[in-house]
């Protein structure tokens, strides 16, 4: 069996600061991690994917996350918010078969 | 490489109403699921399909909710006597065959936002 908490469903930051979403996992055996963002009358979009390698994952658009397994997090940062980074932001979680479990999702709110 | 593509894009049925969403996973992908996504409710799997085979469907309704990945065409979700519960977004992923064991990621549709009246 396996879990995603995302703590927040609203996160508002100013232009240029810290973003910092939040996610714990749950999984019976070694998790395989995604963010997913998606933008108001879109699908989702594919941010990163922590598959068992570097702890230190980089993605697109600046986003980077860290895998944690002592604290079951994997949470999304990115040092200098944008504007165009105002979405909704989805962890997911995989135990290497191919069905994925996602979280509720955060709504991020850039303020100018 | 064109993307997994979702029609319609929007659906309106009447309650009652039969309603059929269409999904043609990316070039090479076998694999293909379906979410629906409720306001404020993140996304719910519903089913995970490979051609002409249902390998998950734990996240389908009993009743008045099938699912198909045929030899041949899209994937097809199909909901017959709408209620007004049904209205949601309804997104179709798909991603390559696990070789390795390994988790791919899957890739999303734009979906189809279904109404019922």
């Known amino acids: 069996a396996q879990s995603v908490t995302q703590l927040g469903s609203h996160v508002s930051v100013s232009e240029g600061a810290l973003v910092l979403l939040r996610c714990n996992y749950s999984s019976s055996v070694p998790p395989y991690l995604f963010w997913y963002v998606q933008y108001p009358n879109q699908g989702l979009q594919l941010l990163l994917k922590?598959?068992?390698?570097?702890?230190l994952v980089k993605g697109i658009n600046g986003f980077e996350a860290e895998f944690k397994k002592s604290e079951t997090s994997f949470h999304l940062t990115k040092p200098s918010a944008h504007m165009s980074d105002a979405a909704e932001y989805f962890c997911a979680v995989s135990g290497g078969y191919q069905k994925v479990t996602f979280g509720t999702g955060t709504k991020l709110q850039v303020i100018p | 490489n064109a993307g997994v593509m979702q029609n319609p894009r929007h659906l309106v049925r009447r309650r009652g109403q039969e309603a059929r969403l269409r999904c043609s996973p990316m070039k090479g992908h076998s694999h293909v699921y379906w979410y629906r996504q409720l306001p404020e409710e993140g996304l719910k799997f519903m089913v995970y399909l490979q051609k002409e085979n249902i390998i998950d469907e734990s996240g389908m309704p009993k009743e008045r909710f099938s699912a198909e990945f045929p030899k041949e065409g899209p994937s097809i979700l199909r909901i017959q006597q709408v209620v007004r519960g049904d209205s949601a977004a309804y997104f179709c992923?798909?991603?390559?065959?696990?070789?390795?064991?390994?988790?791919?990621?899957?890739?999303f549709g734009p979906g189809t936002r279904l109404t019922v009246t």
């Open positions: 922590y598959t068992s390698a570097a702890t």
């Open positions: 992923a798909s991603s390559q065959t696990a070789s390795t064991g390994g988790t791919y990621e899957q890739y």
